[in-house]
């Protein structure tokens, strides 16, 4: 049986891929489930240290899968079948956010609708010339979900935000990039090696700096400046005693490469 996403785990990381390409990537109940699984599975294996999320095939993903709504609306089931969805789907955004390990996603084609939650959920996003986000809810009178507009809100500003999704918009990769959608532009050509370089780098910087880091970003929204920089001091002492610091510190000093233990 064809798996709806597949994991590739090599040396320190793994490549997450979305494989349902005939499908657009769409978001079925068993997509959402298996990249759920998958996203779980990576959060807790210790031998994981960076992600980088794709898709396979010239479309990211399409966002929800409307043949599954449809058969949910002829089986006067529909709203079952969005609460289900939505909740996996968000479950999945949390579980990104919050894992203790570096995510980096590449889009290299449309990303729309939920697509966008999940594109953008990732610490590193890198975009492509084929890329193109479109915001798709309206167009079928439904509402962002999985994190959708928390991440174009934190992103564009809640002005820019409202453009997009009110006017069923699209933005191609190469501004998403000028405007801070994503974190990167890449050309098509070069972005699956720089993805990889990037990952393969990350996989070998301070663990647990990168998860305070993680951390104190995810806080912004949500706090005051006088909450905030509290934040950022603790953070900052609780680096301070850990050998990655000392070696970090030495190493840059010396002026040689640090080697970090990710402990």
Do not use: H
Not at 139 to 153: K, L, R
Not at 213 to 242: F, V
């Amino acid at each position: 049986m064809k798996k709806f996403v597949t994991i590739e785990k090599l040396n320190g990381y793994a490549r997450l891929k979305l494989n349902q390409p005939e499908k657009a990537n769409a978001y079925s109940p068993e997509m959402a489930k298996d990249l759920w699984d998958a996203v779980r599975e990576l959060r807790w294996d210790d031998e994981v240290e960076a992600v980088l999320l794709e898709a396979e095939g010239p479309i990211f993903s399409g966002g929800g899968d409307l043949v599954s709504f449809q058969q949910g609306i002829d089986k006067n089931i529909i709203t079952n079948t969005i609460e289900e969805l939505s909740a996996t789907l968000n479950a999945t955004a949390l579980a990104i956010r919050r894992m203790e390990k570096v995510f980096v996603s590449l889009i290299d084609g449309v990303c729309a609708g939920a697509g966008v939650g999940l594109a953008l959920a990732a610490d590193i996003s890198l975009a492509t010339e084929n890329a193109l986000f479109v915001a798709g809810y309206i167009g079928i009178a439904a509402v962002p979900d999985g994190g959708s507009s928390f991440a174009v809100i934190e992103a564009l500003g809640k002005a820019r935000a409202a453009d997009f999704f009110l006017t069923n918009g699209r933005i191609d990769g190469k501004e998403a990039a000028a405007m801070g959608l994503v974190s990167r532009f890449v050309e098509s050509s070069k972005a699956e090696s720089s993805a990889i370089k990037l990952v393969e780098s990350l996989t070998n910087g301070p663990r647990r700096a990168q998860a305070a880091t993680k951390d104190i970003l995810a806080k912004m929204p949500g706090l005051s400046l006088t909450e905030y920089i509290e934040a950022e001091r603790q953070g900052i002492i609780n680096a301070s005693r850990t050998a990655d610091f000392r070696a970090g510190v030495g190493a840059f000093l010396k002026k040689e490469a640090p080697e970090f233990n990710r402990k």
